[in-house]
């Protein structure tokens, strides 16, 4: 068995034909604490300010498999730290071995503190870290909309996005969530991956804020985002300068009747 069949939390259906294309003519904005709850929703008041770092993530050369496996071991380890999780981090620490070095190099180190600070530590640690910290939102559509109104109809985007690729999202859990779309990833395959890795890419200015916001705060978690950047195709100039502009202003305010909304709907404007 391996690491997609033992720590898959749900069941991906993916077809050749995606249940719903309308979405994924649509770009994606500029832009995932527990597995993305709707409880998490409400302590999720937060804001990315922090340095800008010196340099981005490059990009390390990696197949198809082993970018799923990169993306759902990041999905584990960015997810709260229940009983289980030492557990579903052997599973993990299995796998690394397929993967390139510099990859391989950052879920290493990354494992040796979490096995360092034991369950307890890495529970305070995670709180202090994700639950007490604005600028360290793991919630996507936060670094496009802010906590806004727009908010719910971002999530909403997220939710139909990851459908047109064939994965469905429970009610209970928040689509935005980066361990949820990063499942998505882990779990696709073809050119449905192809779309849930170009889908996660785009987001790819609001992942390398959350990167130097760990690394700011000298958290061990900054190498699972590292590795994660690594596994993600180049970061454009555009997408550079979007993350340039996102980085020195702050998340939008709230905005009440506004024609042109900052991220993808179900359905062309003109309808």
Known sequence: MNIFDKLRSRQAQVSSTPPDDAVAGFGTPAGVASKGSAKDL??????????????????????EQQRRIVAMAASV????????FFDRLEIVEEQVAQLPAP?????????????????????????????????????????????????????????????SLGF????????????????????????????????????????EVLRAA????????????TALCKALPEISKDTAQKYIDLIRTSPPAEMVGIADLPFPTAQPSHI
């Open 168 to 207: 469905e999202v429970p009610d209970d859990e928040l689509a935005d969530h980066l361990c949820v779309v990063l499942e998505a990833v882990g779990l696709t395959e073809g050119e449905t991956h192809e779309r849930a890795v170009e889908m996660l890419g785009s987001y790819r200015e609001g992942i």
């Open 77 to 84: 380890l960015l997810a709260y730290p229940e009983e289980d």
């Open 214 to 225: 760990l690394t700011a705060l000298n958290s061990p978690y900054a190498l699972v985002i």
């Open 103 to 163: 990859i391989a190099s950052d879920f290493g180190r990354f494992a040796d503190w979490l096995h360092a600070a034991g369950l307890r530590g890495v529970e305070e640690h995670y709180v202090e870290t994700f639950d007490q910290r604005r600028r360290c939102s793991l919630f996507l559509s936060y670094f496009a909309v802010g906590d806004t109104r727009q908010r719910g109809m971002a999530i909403l985007s997220f939710r139909q996005q990851l459908e």
């Open 42 to 63: 409400q302590r999720t008041q937060r804001t990315h300010t922090g340095p800008l770092p010196e340099h981005f993530v490059e990009s390390v050369p990696v197949t």
